[in-house]
Every structure is written in C-alpha cells, then in structure tokens.
C-alpha cells in the first residue's frame, strides 16, 4: 500500500523542498529540531513504521532507530565507513528491526526507475544540474564538495 505520512529529514532546506515535491508530507531540518522527537511529534508520539537511513554519517543509525517506533523497521542504506554504536537493548525492548541494503538491485531496479523518469517530471525535479565531462572536477566534484549541490547531476559526455 501506499504510505501515508511520508517524513523528509535534511540538513539543507532546498534538499527538503525537493523531497516536498516528490511526496514527503512533511520536512524536518534536522539542523534545527531533534529528529527522534520531530518525528514523534508528527505521528502523534509514536514514531515512524519505517526509516530509511541514506547518510552515512555516524550518528544516522542511531537517529533513525530513535525515531521509529515500537515494532518499526530502519534500513540503513547510507554506508558507514567505521563501525557504528547502536543502543541494542532499546532496539530488543521495543522490536525495531535492524535491516541493511546497497539501494538497488540494478537487474529488478533499473528498468522501472527509468521508466518513471521518462513518463514523469521526477527528472526535473531532482536534477541539479547536466554538465560536460570537462566540467566534472569544478561543476560537478567541487560543487559537491562544497555544498553547492541541491540535487542529482547528471554528466553527458556529449556536452
């Protein structure tokens, strides 16, 4: 079935106004809120069914159990380049299951994902930017680098 509330946690408003955009029902700027108690808030104070974790950074783990709630599911999608602290006798005592993905099976993944793009304005949506492969150090790396990217972008060797 379809979700209902559909929750976007972001550091960077414009990010947050794209997951808008795409569906998100609600943004939180976890710069300015504690994520666990935002998404409590917003689910009356129980807490997410599902959380899915794309940033890699240390503490995402622990903030998305934090947030789901009694017998919820946190699937970490973000890749943790250390080993990471989780509190596992509060994931014991309120069933949240821990569950791990790479985000896509290209060979069942791909095909409809592309499909969506074509029949759909996702694309403009969440393109940042097309840029030539000569621009990829400064349009493209640096740019990430720097914070200067609010979306996806797509390189086209043709540029």
Same mark, same amino acid.
Do not use: F, Y
């Given at each position: 079935?379809?979700? $209902?509330?559909?929750?976007?946690?972001?550091?960077?408003?414009?990010?947050?106004?794209?997951?808008?955009?795409? /569906?998100?029902?609600?943004?939180?700027? +976890?710069?300015?809120?504690?994520?666990?108690? +935002?998404?409590?808030?917003?689910?009356?104070?129980? /807490?997410?069914?599902?959380?899915?974790?794309?940033?890699?950074? =240390?503490? $995402? =783990? @622990?903030? #998305?159990?934090? #947030? +789901? %709630?009694?017998?919820?599911?946190?699937?970490?999608?973000?890749?943790?380049?250390? =080993?990471?602290?989780?509190?596992?006798?509060?994931?014991?005592?309120?069933?949240?299951?821990?569950?791990?993905?790479?985000?896509?099976?290209? +060979?069942?993944?791909?095909?409809?994902?592309?499909?969506?793009?074509?029949?759909?304005?996702?694309?403009?949506?969440?393109?940042?930017?097309?840029?030539?492969?000569? %621009?990829?150090? @400064?349009?493209?790396?640096?740019?990430?680098?720097?914070?200067?990217?609010? /979306?996806?972008?797509?390189?086209? =060797?043709?540029?």
């Amino acid at each position: 079935g379809e979700a $209902g509330r559909v929750i976007a946690v972001d550091v960077d408003p414009a990010r947050l106004e794209i997951a808008r955009a795409v /569906g998100a029902t609600d943004a939180v700027d +976890a710069r300015a809120a504690d994520v666990p108690a +935002a998404v409590r808030a917003l689910t009356g104070g129980d /807490g997410a069914h599902a959380v899915v974790e794309c940033t890699g950074i =240390p503490s $995402g =783990p @622990p903030t #998305a159990a934090a #947030a +789901a %709630r009694r017998g919820g599911t946190v699937v970490v999608v973000g890749l943790q380049t250390a =080993p990471v602290e989780l509190d596992l006798l509060d994931r014991a005592l309120r069933e949240v299951d821990l569950r791990t993905s790479l985000a896509h099976v290209l +060979a069942e993944d791909l095909e409809p994902a592309l499909r969506r793009l074509a029949e759909t304005d996702l694309a403009a949506t969440v393109i940042d930017r097309v840029i030539g492969l000569d %621009r990829l150090v @400064p349009d493209g790396l640096e740019a990430l680098a720097d914070g200067r990217v609010h /979306g996806k972008i797509v390189v086209d =060797p043709s540029r």
